[in-house]
């Protein structure tokens, strides 16, 4: 669900490492939002990251 069905971004991994240097795995997820959106002229419900909604990749449905 954490992917953007715009630009496609998705959950990317890493390495947490601690004080002492300890090394663990993690994940970043992006910050995805349910949005009433316009796709193929109809209201539909989508799954749109805030930097497609800020940058007005999506046209809004009201």
């Not at 939002?33 to 999506?58: M, N």
């Amino acid at each position: 669900m954490a992917k953007c069905e715009i630009c496609g971004k998705g959950v990317t991994f890493g390495i947490k490492v601690s004080h002492s240097h300890r090394r663990s795995n993690r994940m970043w997820k992006p910050n995805v939002k349910r949005v009433k959106a316009v796709v193929d002229g109809k209201p539909q419900h989508v799954y749109v990251c805030t930097r497609c909604l800020r940058s007005g990749k999506v046209q809004r449905a009201v």
